[in-house]
C-alpha cells in the first residue's frame, strides 16, 4: 500500500509539473500551501481522534456495566441523532452556538461523527468476552476492576482497535469540510478550486485526501496487528 500511494503521489506530482499553470492555481499548488493543509488535516484528525477515544471507551464500559444498562437506548439514540445530521449543518451550528471558528469547533464536529463506531465496538468488544473466563478470573480472587482490567478489556482489544480505525478514517474524510469554518485542512484546497473553477486544484485536494485516508487506515492496520494481545 505505501509503494502504490507513493506511486499515486509521484504520477500526481507528474501530471501537474506537466500543465500551464496559471497564477491562481499556482499560488494553490505551492508545496508550501499543500505542506500546511496536510499537517493541519493531520492535527483536525489526531487530536479529535485522541479526544474521541478518551470520550468513548470509558462511556463504552460504563455501559456495559449492569448498573449503566437503562441508559443505553436513551444514550445511542442521541448520539445517533447527532450523527444523522448534515456534517456542515453540525459544524456551523457549533460556530453558531458557542461563537467560535477555526480547531476548536472543527474538533468538537469531528468527535460527534467519530465516536459511534468506537463507542459501539467497545461495547460490542466487552461484551462478546466468554462469560466462563470472567468467572474464573472472579473465582481466582480478582475485583470487579481487576477483571475489567486483565480480561475484559485485553480480549476484546481487536474489536475496539478495529472501530478506532474507522473512526480515523471517518475523520479524515470529514475534515475536508471544516474549511467552511476556517479550521484548514485539506479542504482549503478543495474549495479554493471549487470557487476559482480550477479543476485541476480541485483534483490535487481530493487526490491527496484520498491518499491520506488510505495511508492512515493502512498504519491503523499495522497498529491493529502488534497491539492485538498475543493467542487471539
Do not use: K
Not at 500543465?19 to 500546511?36: C, F, K, M, V, Y
Not at 459544524?91 to 453558531?96: D, E, G, N, R, S
Not at 476492576?145 to 479524515?172: D, K, M, Q, W, Y
Amino acid at each position: 500500500m505505501p509503494a502504490i500511494l507513493a506511486l499515486v503521489c509521484l504520477g500526481l506530482y507528474l501530471y501537474v509539473t506537466a500543465q500551464q499553470l496559471d497564477s491562481i492555481e499556482s499560488r494553490a499548488l505551492t508545496a508550501t500551501a499543500l505542506g500546511t493543509a496536510v499537517w493541519q488535516h493531520l492535527q483536525l484528525t489526531a487530536v479529535s481522534t485522541v479526544i474521541t477515544l478518551a470520550i468513548a471507551v470509558p462511556l463504552g464500559v460504563l455501559l456495559t456495566r449492569p448498573f449503566a444498562r437503562r441508559l443505553r437506548p436513551y444514550l445511542l439514540t442521541l448520539l445517533t441523532l447527532a450523527q444523522a445530521v448534515p456534517t456542515i449543518a453540525v459544524l456551523v451550528l457549533l460556530a453558531v452556538a458557542f461563537l467560535f471558528l477555526g480547531f476548536q469547533a472543527a474538533v468538537v464536529g469531528l468527535v460527534l461523527y467519530a465516536i459511534i463506531p468506537v463507542l459501539l465496538n467497545t461495547m460490542v468488544g466487552l461484551e462478546q468476552v466468554d462469560e466462563s473466563v470472567l468467572e474464573a478470573g472472579r473465582g481466582m480472587g480478582m475485583s470487579a476492576f481487576g477483571v475489567l482490567r486483565h480480561l475484559e478489556l485485553p480480549l476484546s482489544v481487536p474489536i475496539i482497535l478495529a472501530g478506532v480505525r474507522t473512526a480515523l478514517v471517518i475523520n479524515v474524510g470529514t475534515a475536508t469540510l471544516t474549511t467552511y469554518i476556517n479550521a484548514g485542512g485539506l479542504g482549503d484546497v478543495i474549495v479554493a478550486g471549487l470557487s476559482t473553477n480550477r479543476v485541476l486544484v480541485q483534483v490535487v485536494g481530493a487526490v491527496l485526501t484520498a491518499v491520506l485516508a488510505l495511508l492512515i487506515d493502512y498504519l491503523a492496520g499495522l497498529a491493529e496487528d502488534f497491539l492485538r494481545p498475543t493467542g487471539l
